[in-house]
């Protein structure tokens, strides 16, 4: 059901964004209209409707794809696991504008780039509720169900198992292939000095890279148990990188859906749920600030592209290195004719939890991306890299060249919006209002120890 209202809601924003043209219809002004009146008027167009509970997974298999989510033995050098970039006690990320892959180092407690390593060029994405059926996974949709429901469009094309049983399993699928993420180069060593045999296969030899982290699983018995429990009817010499990935989804959907929050219950009725303040927020959000013409449907976003003029840092990706054209890179999206800098439009549910934000972590704060969409050219002329880590800064690209570049690819649903203090801070506790409080520290679901044996609680 969600994931059939989320793919009306481009349709919904469509018919909806010719009224966002036109600023004299933006909020109900009837005085004698109460406040939760206006709000559910301002809402009704959008698609936005309350999340049913998930169905229950089978606990076998998200026994199994907890092991695999908190198991380093997955990538390459033995020393990254799922769960190092989407961490349970940060809300399922891991708090830095670029994530820092395999190969790193330790300095004072804190994992830094290893010598000759490079940061990912992109934020690692929340997965709080990304089970609950988006139609894109990755910040230039690179995954999708773009070829019809349960035909996945991944960058492995037709070596994709036949066996990958949802959007968020074939995401899973992809990790383990990159090797700035996890696999790693050749010539690797982990830190017991195992060379990285993960490494060896050419970076389009997708079946081979699976291939060889099955037989890794397989080889220790504590996995062979829980793939046997998982999947009892299945043959071990017929388990593939699929039936791993399938758990993963299984445990990640589990877990990590988080819908109870303040605007779910105000959803299901309850005017209480939201304060006064929220209340006004979503005035704003749904009506003038013309948010919800890209923030639609359940999940508030996830299901289309848009270019904000996001100021680009980071190594860059594709063809376009260093910089990062999104899905504008032919490479990555599959569609040539993409404007450059278009990225995914993110899902707000929890959005309080995920910081920093944006494809890149180029702001800290949900008030510093209420300033960026207030006044955009001035934010990207001018933009303050003392926002990011210093180890980033040197990677901001603020050439005029590329500065024009990001401005003339704009998306034509976004103007000029002069927001006061007392509108951001509206719009603060409106989104505010879409934090799940369970979403908040997920540390008990963090297992004292993996198969593989290899450490658990250092990320």
């Known amino acids: 059901m969600i994931r059939h209202l989320e793919r009306l809601a481009p349709l919904l924003a469509l018919a909806a964004l010719a009224a966002c043209q036109d600023d004299s219809i933006s909020l109900p002004t009837n005085s ?11 809402i009704s167009p959008w698609g936005v409707v309350p999340i ?5 997974q089978n606990a076998a298999l998200v026994d199994l794809g907890r092991a695999l989510f908190f198991d380093k033995v997955l990538s390459g050098n033995r020393d990254v696991a799922c769960a190092t970039c989407h961490s349970p006690t940060t809300s ?14 330790r300095v004072g407690g804190t994992r830094t780039l290893g010598s000759g390593r490079q940061f990912t060029p992109r934020n690692a994405p929340s997965l709080l509720s990304a089970g609950l059926g988006p139609f894109y996974m990755f910040w230039d949709g690179r995954v999708s169900e773009e070829g019809g429901v349960a035909r996945f469009r991944t960058p492995a094309g037709a070596a994709l198992p036949p066996g990958v049983a949802s959007l968020l399993a074939a995401q899973a699928m992809m990790p383990v292939t990159n090797r700035v993420e996890m696999r790693g180069i050749v010539g690797d060593r982990d830190a017991s000095g195992n060379a990285n045999e993960l490494a060896l296969p050419a970076d389009d030899q997708f079946a081979q890279i699976w291939n060889a982290t099955m037989r890794r699983l397989l080889a220790l018995s504590g996995y062979m148990q829980k793939f046997a429990a998982a999947y009892p009817g299945v043959p071990q010499d017929r388990l593939g990188f699929e039936h791993a990935a399938n758990a993963i989804a299984a445990f990640e959907r589990e877990t990590f859906t988080k819908t109870n929050s303040a605007f779910d219950r105000y959803l299901a009725r309850d005017d209480a749920a939201l304060s006064v303040e929220a209340k006004q927020g979503a005035l704003l959000f749904f009506g003038r600030g013309r948010c919800s013409s890209c923030h639609n449907g359940p999940m508030l976003g ?15 990706t594709g063809k376009s290195a260093p910089l990062d054209v999104g899905r504008g890179d032919a490479d990555v999206g599959g569609i040539p004719q993409t ?25 800290p704060t949900l008030e510093a991306v209420l300033r960026h969409y207030s006044n955009i050219d001035s934010a990207v002329k001018a933009y303050d890299v003392s926002q990011i880590d210093p180890s980033l800064r040197a990677t901001y690209h603020g050439d005029a060249a590329t500065i024009n570049g990001l401005l003339a690819s704009l998306d034509g649903r976004l103007r000029q919006l002069t927001l006061t203090t007392d509108d951001q801070k509206a719009l603060v506790a409106f989104l505010k209002s879409l934090t799940d409080p369970s979403a908040r520290d997920m540390s008990a679901v963090i297992p004292a120890s993996v198969p593989s044996g290899l450490q658990v609680r250092d990320f």
């Open 32 to 42: 004698e209209q109460s406040l939760d009146a206006q709000v559910r008027q301002a």
């Open 52 to 56: 049913l509970p998930i169905k229950a």
């Open 92 to 105: 399922t990320n891991d708090r830095l504008s670029l994530a820092i892959g395999t190969a790193a180092v």
């Open 302 to 316: 996830g299901q289309s592209f848009a270019s904000v003029a996001v100021p680009q840092i980071g190594p860059g």
């Open 339 to 363: 404007p450059r800098f278009f990225f995914r439009i993110p899902p707000l549910r929890n959005v309080e939890l995920t910081a920093p934000y944006m494809h890149n972590g180029a702001y």
